[in-house]
Each structure stands twice: as structure tokens, then as C-alpha cells.
């Protein structure tokens, strides 16, 4: 009897860096993912890529780089972009003021 060829598990897919580049091309957010542990790591992405851990930067700065990534996108603008990272702990806001949460698993 011949056995059947195993199918590969879907835990066997590289983690998160399929679903990053399912929703980022060229460094420009497509849209968010529906799932919320997508979306999660979507945002924690774009938090790496945009915003050194411990540096202060103004709400101005904040949407400037943010607004690059929402560039072409119908789904998400850069006021949502930046509420998403601050209600996820990727930023903390006070004063006006964002700094990048150091420490932040990836």
C-alpha cells in the first residue's frame, strides 16, 4: 500500500512575513488586514520600519511618515494608521509627543 503524501502544515509558513507582504508593497500599506492578529502584525511592522524605540518624535513628524504609507491606499488613512499603533502600545503618546515603545516583542 502506498502512502499518501503529506501535506505541508500551515504552521510550516514562514511567521508573519507571508501576511506583511500580503498587505505592504514597496513600503506602502495596501490595506489592513481583516483578522485582528494580522493586522496586529502589520501594524508592529510598520511601527519597526517608521519609528526608533525611545526617540520622541511631534504628532507632525508622526503623521508625515505615516501618511507615506497610507500613499494610494482607499482603506486607511494616517490619523486611523496612527490610533492603531498608539491603542496597540507600538507608540505612547503624550503632549504631542510619540515615542516608539522600547522593548517591544517582535
Known amino acids: 500500500e502506498l502512502a499518501r503524501p503529506q501535506r505541508p502544515e500551515r504552521s510550516a509558513r514562514p511567521a508573519g512575513g507571508d501576511v506583511v507582504s500580503t498587505f505592504v508593497r514597496d513600503g506602502r500599506l495596501l490595506r489592513l488586514p481583516a483578522q485582528w492578529t494580522r493586522k496586529q502584525q502589520v ?6 520600519r517608521t519609528f526608533e524605540p525611545g526617540v520622541a518624535y511631534p504628532e507632525r513628524v508622526v503623521n508625515e511618515r505615516l501618511r507615506a504609507w497610507c500613499e494610494g491606499s482607499d482603506d486607511i488613512d494616517h490619523v486611523a494608521l496612527r490610533r492603531y499603533l498608539v491603542d496597540l502600545h507600538e507608540l505612547r503618546r503624550s503632549e ?4 516608539r515603545v522600547p522593548g517591544r516583542a517582535a
Do not use: N, Q, S, T
Request: aromatic share 10%.
Open 43 to 48: 501594524l508592529r511592522h510598520i511601527a519597526e
Open 96 to 99: 504631542g509627543v510619540y515615542v
